[in-house]
């Protein structure tokens, strides 16, 4: 729930008659904030799925992910949330580890970033808007000595693709009937997803 006035001045410049891309833009913008504040509030962020339409801006909640039943879940929920409105632009928010190369070494292809000590942190950002257009941002998560949040470094913004794997193709490019949207609308209530409308004041 958000009760500043420029958090809902934020939301409102998301609604309305927007371009796909634009509105996507927006919404990255908008996520960054967001994954920042629960960043410095909690110092871990579990993942938060964004979803936009002309109307209505919504965020959705997902539990912490401990194994793969948990991504195809979250991508599961994901696509029904889209399915349940016209949402024209939407952005994915998970917390992301990642080996990167030192001198030109190569990585070891069995080693896990997540429990390598020279893993780095990042926030990945990954966005879908109709008409197929895509964008993903990496923002390093930055420590103090005793491991606590910072803040978060430099945006590293990723080539316009398509990503794959289970979290690939979250916004439906085709419309939805009103048949399927009722019916998705019944699965994600009887899974009782949370959720948080973003311009709820109360």
């Known amino acids: 729930m958000m009760k500043h006035d420029n958090a809902f001045r934020t939301v409102n410049s998301l609604l309305g008659d ?3 891309p634009e509105r996507l833009q ?8 967001q994954a920042c504040d629960i960043m410095r509030r909690s110092g871990r962020l579990t993942p938060v799925f964004f979803a936009a339409s002309a109307t209505k801006l919504d965020a959705y909640v997902a539990p912490p992910i ?5 991504v195809n879940e979250l991508a599961a929920v994901a696509r029904l949330i889209c399915a349940t409105q016209h949402v024209t632009a939407a952005v994915l928010a998970t917390e992301a580890w990642a080996l990167e190369s030192t001198d030109g070494l190569p990585l070891d ?8 000590p020279e893993h780095s942190e990042y926030v990945f950002l990954s966005g879908e808007a109709w008409g197929e ?3 993903q941002k990496l923002l390093p998560i930055l420590r103090d000595k005793r491991q606590r949040f910072s803040c978060l470094g430099t945006t590293r913004v990723l080539p316009p693709e398509r990503i794959k794997g289970p979290l690939a193709n979250l916004l439906p ?19 009782g997803y949370d959720r948080i409308n973003l311009l709820s004041e109360e």
Do not use: G, W
């Open 133 to 135: 257009i895509y964008q």
């Open 173 to 191: 490019q085709d419309p939805i009937s009103d048949e399927v949207r009722v019916f998705a609308r019944s699965i994600l209530a009887a899974k």
């Open 26 to 33: 927006r919404l990255l913008e908008f996520a960054e904030q």
């Open 18 to 20: 927007l371009p796909a």
């Open 66 to 70: 401990r194994d793969m039943a948990d």
């Open 109 to 116: 292809p069995h080693s896990l970033p997540s429990q390598s």
